[in-house]
């Protein structure tokens, strides 16, 4: 791992608030997020190149380095699958490039919705990803994330793959994940008010109501709401999620449905923490932890097996 690279990405500790100051700053901080005042702005580090090519006509960005390690992260971002991709996504590909030591980092601009329903943003997902494989790549060698609904689209692809035997990523690692396109769960109504970027005031907060990229299909179906499928078979999995975030009932019970699946789970829930707090606070010590928990994970499952 290049050490001076991922020191020149993220410190070793964040911002450290608790309670009240705590929840006062993520407030203002969204505010300032949603009046474009928040800097994201993406600038390519020393050793970094980036490149776009088009796979089936949907625009994939690379970012290179010159690593020795045959690790690949492929990407896809969050957005309720109505938002395009953003800095904040390409900055997060490539420090967690860094962290677990991959060589390339690719970010998807899959089509979106309500333009493009159901199945477009899988079809996008899994061209990449035989893309990746034609050029050599052996699956064992990709790392897959997704937040939010990229998250759900990472799981979805990953299913895809099982049930049409193409081999899987090594590990799935999902931040904020939406796992069920319903609106049933405990915590849509218990942390509405508490969950500052995906709650009852946020301008996503209607398509988490009423998913346009659902289309025709019911919200309720596993093509949608993988919490709702076979999850047997599928790779090692991370899932990070906030206590605060109206994500976190389906989260918990996501990762209990996939631990008795036989899948490898670890659940973190980071106290206090809104959805996707991770890519969108990412000065805060909790998400700099969740950055360094990410790269433990993919060692982990890298190194030792």
Same mark, same amino acid.
């Given at each position: ?8 990405? =993220? ?7 608790? $309670?009240? +100051? ?21 600038? =390519?580090?020393?050793?970094?190149? /980036? ?11 690379? *970012? ?11 990407? *896809? ?17 490539? %420090?967690?490039?860094?962290?677990? &030591?991959?060589? @390339? ?24 990803? &035989? ?10 060698? =990709? ?27 090594? @590990?799935?690692? %999902?931040?904020?994940?939406? @796992?069920? #396109? ?7 109504? !218990? ?18 109501? /009423?998913?346009?990229?659902? $289309? ?32 976190? !009932?389906?989260? +918990?019970?996501?990762?209990? /449905? ?17 959805? &996707?707090?991770?890519?969108? #606070?990412? +000065? ?5 932890? !969740?950055?360094? +928990? =990410? ?11």
């Amino acid at each position: 791992m290049n050490t001076d690279m991922v020191t020149q990405l =993220i410190p070793g500790h964040g911002l450290k608030l608790k $309670g009240r +100051e705590l929840q006062n700053y993520i407030t203002a901080e969204v505010k300032r997020m949603r009046a474009g005042e928040k800097d994201y702005h993406l600038t =390519i580090p020393t050793g970094w190149e /980036k490149s776009e090519r088009t796979i089936n006509d949907i625009v994939v960005e690379e *970012f290179r380095t010159t690593s020795r390690s045959n690790l690949v992260l492929l990407q *896809f971002h969050g957005g309720g699958y109505t938002g395009a991709m953003h800095d904040k996504w390409r900055v997060s590909a490539i %420090l967690q490039a860094s962290l677990v &030591n991959a060589k @390339v980092a690719y970010c998807v601009n899959y089509r979106l919705a309500p333009t493009y329903v159901y199945p477009a943003a899988l079809e996008d997902a899994l061209a990449v990803y &035989n893309y990746i494989l034609e050029q050599g790549t052996d699956a064992k060698d =990709i790392i897959l994330i997704g937040d939010s609904a990229g998250a759900n689209l990472a799981i979805e692809t990953v299913m895809f793959l099982r049930d049409h035997n193409i081999s899987l990523p090594r @590990v799935l690692l %999902l931040q904020s994940p939406w @796992v069920d #396109l319903g609106t049933s769960q405990a915590s849509r109504t !218990s942390n509405r008010e508490k969950d500052q970027i995906l709650g009852r005031t946020a301008p996503l907060y209607p398509e988490i109501l /009423k998913p346009s990229y659902a $289309g025709s299909l019911s919200v309720d179906d596993p093509h949608l709401s993988p919490i709702n499928g076979n999850l047997a078979g599928l790779p090692p999995m991370l899932i990070q999620t906030g206590g605060n975030e109206i994500f976190l !009932s389906e989260d +918990e019970e996501f990762a209990h /449905k996939a631990a008795h699946a036989g899948v490898h789970v670890t659940l973190s829930i980071y106290p206090g923490m809104p959805h &996707n707090f991770g890519i969108c #606070l990412p +000065e805060l010590e909790e998400s700099v932890q !969740s950055e360094y +928990e =990410i790269r433990d994970f993919v060692r982990h499952y890298t190194e030792n097996n």
